[in-house]
């Protein structure tokens, strides 16, 4: 079992940015397209962006496109999401997830982490 670590949640102000990583102690990460996933409260799990393992295609669901960039570095085992101009309707607890579908669906991965949360209040 894949164990991935999300770290970089956090309370942050309406417009303002965070990142989040995902990591696992396990060199492993570089064979996996990466999801990232929310959850907010009382809301079905929404697919958030997915990379594929070389890090060459990216997907984003709609409600981010534009604010939010995924990015990896295998080098560091290493995939990140960048999160800009956050709104309150972004807090959520936020998932990364290993899998072998490039997909923004939670039925393409196998391997997910605990979960980092994401607060964006005034």
């Known amino acids: 079992q894949l164990q991935l670590v999300e770290s970089g949640g956090g309370l942050v102000q309406p417009g303002g940015s965070l990142r989040l990583s995902c990591t696992t102690s396990e060199n492993t990460l570089e064979y996996y397209t990466i999801g990232w996933f929310r959850q907010a409260p009382g809301k079905e799990r929404e697919g958030v962006s997915c990379i594929t393992s070389a890090g060459t295609d990216t997907k984003y669901a709609d409600s981010v496109k534009g604010r939010f960039t995924i990015s990896r570095d295998n080098a560091k085992n290493t995939v990140y999401l960048q999160m800009k101009k956050l709104n309150p309707e972004d807090t959520a607890v936020y998932y990364c997830?290993?899998?072998?579908?490039?997909?923004?669906?939670?039925?393409?991965?196998?391997?997910w982490g605990q979960g980092a949360l994401v607060t964006v209040s005034s």
């Open positions: 997830a290993a899998g072998h579908r490039f997909v923004l669906t939670g039925d393409g991965y196998v391997h």
